[in-house]
């Protein structure tokens, strides 16, 4: 199984960025996907999740996450963009509660003029 997360870089504060996680070696359309960020120092925080149907459970301001389940990916639309932001960003799948779960490597994201 892999989830390879891409998108991330250096941007301006107010800017935005699209992550993307694409997953291979599952069956994709039955994981909730998930988005959490770390900073440095600090500790591993929800951003976003998306059930397997598609349905938001939770989502940050100024971010929306969506999931295209014909291309095994998921997406973090990050918009308004503010330094705090800054953090690597992961990509997490979950089969159910106490179900097998994913993590993809990240994606570093920093907000910066």
């Known amino acids: 199984v892999q989830l390879m997360e891409s998108g991330g870089g250096l941007v301006q504060p107010g800017g935005s960025l699209r992550l993307s996680c694409v997953t291979s070696?599952?069956?994709?359309?039955?994981?909730?996907m998930r988005w959490y960020r770390q900073a440095p120092g600090k500790e591993r925080e929800l951003v976003a999740a998306?059930?397997?149907?598609g349905g938001s459970t939770f989502v940050r301001t100024r971010f929306t996450i969506s999931r295209d389940n014909a291309k095994n990916t998921t997406y973090l639309q990050m918009d308004d963009l503010k330094s705090e932001d800054t953090a690597r960003y992961y990509c997490?799948?979950?089969?159910?509660?106490?179900?097998?779960?994913?993590w993809g490597q990240g994606t570093q994201v920093t907000v910066s003029s």
């Open positions: 998306i059930t397997s149907s």
């Open positions: 070696g599952l069956t994709f359309n039955i994981y909730a």
């Open positions: 997490y799948a979950i089969k159910g509660p106490g179900g097998d779960e994913y």
